[in-house]
């Protein structure tokens, strides 16, 4: 046996249960006088579905797996008896160290054969900030574009992000205000045909439109230059608009663009609509979202009529601070708010799949064994998150938008309030998922593209990064992967999480961590020494 030295909150007991079925016995950290692995009270043992074997090795934990009936009088599950065997472990050093803070560890001092749950300096592309960053440089190693698989990402304190970012916000009101016109259109047709059908109503029943709730269809003309002028700049990047010979009309003066937001965020509450229809204006307007599709410059799948955008700080987790928004201005002074704060501001997906029209992201784990060569481990399981109301982006409560387990939390309470009538706790498994899925036909859709569109994408984050990182043979890290997933069925990444949340908050959660800490340690333990190969939904990717 040997010895423990774990830091991390797990309820009840996870790794360390998994563990001391190994034969292993713990040491507690320097820091503390209680076992470091939940609470140090005993843990009720699960019933043993089978007699242990004579030579089995004894576990000396209060969270014991295997035990015949509870023996509370067993000196294995005394906290004082544990509190002994760690104190002759005080001149050892710990084989497996196992803690939520890589800073914690003085990676300088480890012996060779220590096995550490992190890896030193490994910890950059789990930050918004360094995600974003890394993706910039993928096509350098791999024949890929992030923005097949990442939405599209801009540091805000970075002047050439911010410049960046507001030509994209610009395009994006543009082709929003064509969209719009597209959708005003066809119901105006619809509209006119039934008005037409109907019996003329009294004139006390006609509804007046109020002036100033219509948006003139000069709105259509600007949003035309605008594009105009941006794929005419694309189709040969070396020359310069600035110095052509245009008339004055042709030219984006800061009006025009201040002229175009305006009308987008007029056009994004419903209650406005353009003051006129005609087939001419729709062609164009149709002929132009064609011609920019053909482009692909855009996230089309994810690209809606409301341009919004997500702000995120760049150095925060669960979902502190996370904010959608629509309005330039507001993102800008948001930005600027702080001197401290670093923000990202990545596109919304504004066409999400949905599950009984409810926003859902998907946590995925994954383990990396070794970076040279890259050794990857993918957990054939994964657990959604769901939001607490409806989707709509008429209101940015975080309650509809951000499904994180630690926003979602505050919404809920013990007689189930704002909780999704199909989803107890906000969650499902990915096989309950699967289930629906099948049940409308669409099984198909998670073996063909969801499930290999995250492993993809996890590949080529850690192919940006694989260069940088300071290897060690027996250190291992435990990754929790967000995705979003379109109504197209595709995966997009929205970020990484080093040391993930491990604790059992849900009946979902419960199960799943307890099993993925399990299967940790029967890639990291026993294959390392040659145990019978017990099976592990940990699934070699690289």
Not at 38 to 61: H, M, V
Request: charged share 30%; proline share 5%; hydrophobic share 35%.
């Amino acid at each position: 046996s040997s010895g423990i030295n774990a830091d991390w909150p797990l309820r009840p007991g996870y790794l360390r249960r998994s563990l001391n079925k190994r034969g292993w016995v713990e040491k507690f950290s320097e820091h503390s006088s209680q076992p470091i692995l939940g609470a140090p009270q005993p843990i009720r043992p699960r019933p043993a579905k089978k007699k242990k074997k004579a030579n089995a090795p004894k576990a000396t934990s209060s969270s014991s797996d295997e035990s015949s009936d509870s023996d509370d009088s067993d000196p294995k599950t005394d906290p004082d008896f544990i509190r002994i065997v760690s104190r002759l472990l005080k001149d050892i050093s710990p084989t497996f160290i196992w803690t939520i803070k890589r800073d914690d560890i003085d990676f300088k001092y480890l012996n060779r054969d220590q096995i550490v749950n992190h890896y030193c300096k490994a910890s950059s592309f789990t930050t918004k900030i360094g995600l974003c960053h890394h993706l910039r440089s993928l096509p350098w190693y791999d024949a890929s574009d992030p923005n097949e698989f990442f939405p599209r990402c801009y540091q805000l304190y970075n002047e050439d992000d911010r410049e960046d970012f507001k030509e994209d916000f610009e395009i994006c009101a543009s082709l929003s205000i064509l969209k719009i016109y597209v959708k005003q259109h066809k119901e105006h047709i619809k509209n006119a045909e039934i008005e037409r059908t109907s019996p003329e109503p009294e004139k006390d029943d006609i509804p007046v439109e109020k002036a100033e709730n219509l948006v003139p269809i000069a709105a259509i003309d600007l949003a035309i230059l605008h594009l105009t002028n941006v794929v005419k700049h694309l189709d040969d990047e070396f020359i310069d608009f600035k110095s052509e010979s245009r008339s004055n009309n042709n030219i984006m003066t800061p009006f025009k663009r201040k002229s175009i937001l305006n009308y987008s965020y007029s056009l994004s509450a419903k209650e406005f609509r353009f003051d006129a229809f005609s087939q001419a204006t729709l062609d164009v307007a149709t002929g132009m979202l064609k011609e920019f599709g053909e482009l692909k410059l855009a996230q089309e799948s994810i690209e809606g009529c409301t341009n919004t955008w997500i702000m995120k700080p760049g150095a925060k987790s669960r979902g502190r601070g996370v904010i959608p928004q629509n309005n330039f201005d507001d993102i800008i002074k948001l930005a600027d708010s702080s001197k401290e704060e670093k923000w990202v501001i990545q596109k919304y997906i504004e066409h999400p799949l949905l599950v009984h029209n409810t926003k859902f992201d998907i946590r995925q784990w994954f383990m990396v064994t070794d970076w040279n060569p890259l050794t990857l481990y993918f957990y054939q399981d994964s657990y959604l998150r769901f939001g607490s109301r409806p989707f709509t982006l008429d209101d940015f409560d975080p309650s509809i938008h951000l499904c994180n387990n630690s926003i979602q939390k505050k919404f809920l309470s013990g007689q189930g309030k704002n909780e999704t009538s199909f989803a107890k706790g906000n969650m499902w498994t990915s096989a309950a998922f699967k289930k629906h899925l099948d049940k409308h036909g669409n099984l198909d859709k998670w073996d063909d593209l969801i499930y290999p569109g995250m492993k993809k994408a996890i590949q080529r984050v850690m192919m940006t990064i694989q260069d940088i990182i300071e290897d060690r043979k027996n250190s291992f890290e435990l990754y929790g992967a967000d995705f979003m997933v379109d109504s197209n069925y595709s995966p997009w990444l929205i970020e990484i999480n080093c040391s993930p949340a491990m604790g059992g908050t849900t009946k979902v959660t419960e199960r799943l961590c307890s099993e993925v800490l399990d299967d940790c340690i029967k890639v990291i333990i026993d294959k390392k020494e040659k145990s019978t190969d017990r099976d592990s939904a940990l699934i070699p990717l690289l």
